[in-house]
């Protein structure tokens, strides 16, 4: 066991500034939940407080930031009860929108908590309370009062799709017998990729492998039926799908594509597809088209395809079939604020070429390296978002080998992340 004197001095002085500045944590909290940043019925899971009972058996207790890495838990979470039934199912996370998310997500039977504050006190209440066999952490949130203290009890660590922030990097580097004592906390360490190993190996991390938890999925599914009906409607046209779109992006990316349409058509009229993540925006989407003057067609009211310029998809379960069908794919979510952006993966086991805009916190890491692999592009909302339109109606080869290489990129993240469970249930006893 690591006891408070064994921990290198940062560490032990970190335990004890922040034991010292624990009372002041229930108002800076309720400050927070007066500004909607905390849940006020669960102010208590703050301080390591549970109303839920402990579940009987072995617990796996697997904690994320927020959105983001809260979404790549699931898949995890899913094939460890597949593997494992009667394993008791425990997640953390530190922010409102990420507990809705698990609220609406989790499979049933595991049990969602907000993630303790890193003082002593709390994380020693949430671990006695919960006594976990196994504890996953994700991507780059470490606090050190919650990590020694499992330690200490025995929990067996996990860290994947490890990485850490430039800055997070730079002040690692100032305290490397500490750093190294923390990253030797765990069992297991799958970095992010390439770049990331090498950071955290730099560090004294002993890194196992690579594995991002975001990769691992499917290729989204379609039904061949459907497909084939669909080909033979659009009869050659060419397809433009903006999949999975928020408020203020359908008229931005209509008049982009009625711009591209005018200058690269020849021959079958292009279609684009508007695919709203809220079918219910279906039908003011189809009333916004026909004010910019697009005939539009509207799946929700049973309209066909036929000579529409725009047809909206406002059927839930069908971006498998639009993808198969697109000659270029906009992704959604992300011309906008606060949306975070969608999953580029998608688009990309399917190898259809894909272009994005420049608000993808939630998969910003994939975005990062699929650029970096040549394999997509950012655009902004007008021009080169028509350009990149135009391209795609006029067969631009570039499409084609950002496609081939978005495909390698995914099924290669996907073969990696595959592996994951199995690694993590060998640390369970």
């Given at each position: ?8 001095t ?15 944590a ?14 006020a ?42 593997a ?14 990420s507990?809705?998310?698990?609220a ?6 595991a ?32 606090w ?18 490890a990485?850490?922030?430039?800055r ?8 490397p ?10 069992d ?51 397809v ?21 349409r ?19 925006r ?18 929700g ?7 529409a ?10 971006l ?33 070429p ?7 916190d939630?998969?910003?890491g ?9 394999a ?42 595959r ?11």
């Amino acid at each position: 066991m690591t006891g408070p004197q064994s921990l290198p001095t940062a560490f032990r002085l970190y335990a004890t500034v922040t034991g010292l500045i624990a009372p002041l944590a229930p108002m800076l909290l309720s400050n927070r939940a007066r500004k909607g940043k905390e849940d006020a019925a669960r102010i208590d899971e703050r301080f390591g407080k549970a109303k839920v009972a402990r579940p009987q058996g072995a617990l796996a207790w697997l904690h994320a930031a927020s959105v983001g890495e809260s979404l790549s838990l699931l898949p995890l979470i899913d094939a460890l009860g597949a593997a494992r039934p009667g394993l008791g199912l425990l997640v953390t996370s530190g922010t409102t929108t990420s507990a809705a998310l698990m609220a609406q997500r989790l499979p049933p039977g595991a049990i969602h908590q907000y993630a303790p504050i890193d003082t002593p006190a709390a994380t020693a209440a949430f671990l006695d309370h919960w006594r976990p066999d196994l504890g996953v952490f994700v991507e780059g949130e470490l606090w050190p009062n919650l990590l020694f203290g499992a330690k200490a009890r025995g929990v067996r660590l996990a860290w994947l799709s490890a990485k850490l922030s430039i800055r997070s990097y730079q002040n690692w580097r100032r305290l490397p017998g500490a750093t190294r004592r923390l990253f030797g906390v765990f069992d297991l360490i799958l970095a992010r990729g390439e770049a990331e190993a090498a950071f955290l190996t730099s560090l004294g991390a002993n890194i196992a492998g690579l594995a991002d938890l975001k990769f691992g999925a499917d290729p989204l599914p379609v039904d061949e039926a459907v497909l084939q009906t669909r080909r033979a409607e659009l009869a050659g046209r060419p397809v433009i799908l903006a999949a999975s779109t928020h408020p203020g992006e359908d008229e931005p990316i209509a008049k982009a594509f009625a711009a591209a349409r005018t200058a690269a058509c020849e021959g079958a009229q292009p279609l684009l597809v508007l695919a709203p993540r809220h079918p219910d925006r279906g039908a003011a989407i189809a009333e916004l088209m026909a004010a910019l003057g697009l005939r539009a067609a509207r799946q929700g009211a049973g309209e066909p395809i036929s000579d529409a310029e725009v047809f909206v998809a406002d059927q839930l379960g069908e971006l498998g079939l639009w993808f198969r069908l697109a000659r270029l794919a906009i992704m959604g979510g992300s011309f906008e604020r606060g949306i975070g952006g969608h999953n580029p993966l998608e688009p990309a086991r399917l190898g259809v070429p894909f272009v994005f805009g420049p608000y993808v916190d939630n998969w910003s890491g994939v975005y990062e390296r699929l650029l970096d692999a040549d394999a997509t592009e950012w655009v902004s909302i007008d021009d080169s978002l028509t350009i990149a339109i135009k391209a795609a109606l006029t067969g631009d080869p570039k499409l084609a080998s950002m496609a081939d290489k978005a495909k390698a990129f995914a099924r290669a993240g996907d073969l990696a992340a595959r592996a994951v469970p199995d690694q993590v249930m060998a640390l369970l006893p």
